[in-house]
């Protein structure tokens, strides 16, 4: 009810580490969240202070980011944020963790192609096969299937149809 949520933007700063336990996939990675700010003295962009966060993810997410994300890669996390304080070693500490309830790539800087799961595993579609829309023969006419379906399942709606060629009005 009374949670904290979050929306970061940064870089990956570790690999992520994957695991399964006796609850399921769980893989966790540093993220790296670092402000620009413009300093009018200096007529030039400045780093900010960069904070690092511990992002968590559990089941289907876990094991989509394990296979997905490499350190660099500009990510958007959005969660809920845990903030630990403890004492190591004679050192006081503050642990700033985000239990993701999603993550992508930050397209503002980049571009990223979607691979959707299959329904029976955690790891996406091989590009091209029957669950990338794959096109197929329908009464004549190539159509489209939906994007994730298994082979022979029913024709999209609003797949795309083959048209007939028609001149171009110059």
């Not at 949670?3 to 933007?9: D, F, G, L, N, Q």
């Not at 944020?81 to 500490?93: E, H, I, S, T």
């Amino acid at each position: 009810m009374n949670e904290t949520v979050v929306c970061a933007i940064g870089n990956v700063a570790t690999q992520p580490v994957h695991r399964e336990d006796d609850r399921g996939h769980v893989a966790r990675f540093r993220l790296a969240a670092t402000p620009r700010y413009w300093d009018r003295d200096k007529a030039m962009w400045v780093d900010g202070h960069t904070n690092f966060f511990t992002v968590w993810t559990r089941r289907s997410l876990a094991a989509n980011v394990a296979a997905s994300l490499s350190v660099g890669d500009p990510v958007v996390v959005h969660g809920r944020l845990k903030v630990r304080a403890d004492a190591r070693d004679g050192q006081a500490r503050t642990d700033v963790d985000i239990e993701a309830a999603a993550v992508g790539h930050d397209l503002a800087r980049g571009t990223s192609a979607f691979r959707r799961n299959t329904r029976g595993g955690a790891g996406a579609t091989e590009p091209g096969g029957a669950g990338a829309g794959a096109v197929r023969q329908a009464a004549g006419a190539a159509v489209r299937t939906r994007p994730g379906a298994p082979p022979g399942a029913p024709v999209d709606p609003w797949g795309v149809q083959a048209a007939p060629e028609a001149p171009l009005l110059t």
